[in-house]
């Protein structure tokens, strides 16, 4: 009886363990492929600044999707606040391409704005 009791609690862990493994890929496809959309068009608003760059300038920044597909800036993590003016004015209610199915997520995209080099 003793063996059967240990067989039953082995078999349900590893019928557990087996249930907590599985994922589902496609899922996290269209996880990735969202992700990318947003830092796509993030790095194509922010191209050209309308500011002189004399050095690397790094920055992360919060965003979030609205109910009409527009990117909403949460925060800008930086201490240059002509940096933080300009992300948001570029970034602000601004239409992507693809529809995100999931609006109530924060994305979290790192910013370099390069130098220019004359």
């Not at 996880?31 to 500011?51: D, G």
């Not at 240059?80 to 601004?94: A, C, P, S, T």
Request: charged residues 25%; without cysteine.
């Amino acid at each position: 009886m003793k063996t059967l009791k240990s067989f039953l609690l082995i078999a349900a862990i590893a019928f557990s363990s087996v249930l907590s493994a599985s994922t589902n890929p496609n899922a996290e496809k269209a996880k990735t492929a969202e992700s990318t959309v947003i830092t796509s068009e993030v790095s194509k608003l922010l191209q050209n600044p309308t500011f002189l760059v004399d050095e690397d300038i790094y920055a992360n920044v919060t965003l979030t999707i609205n109910k009409h597909n527009e990117i909403v800036v949460l925060s800008v993590d930086s201490e240059d606040n002509m940096l933080e003016g300009f992300i948001k004015g570029r970034l602000n209610y601004q239409s992507l391409p693809k529809a995100i199915k999931k609006s109530d997520r924060t994305f979290v995209v790192p910013v370099k704005i390069e130098a220019e080099l004359f």
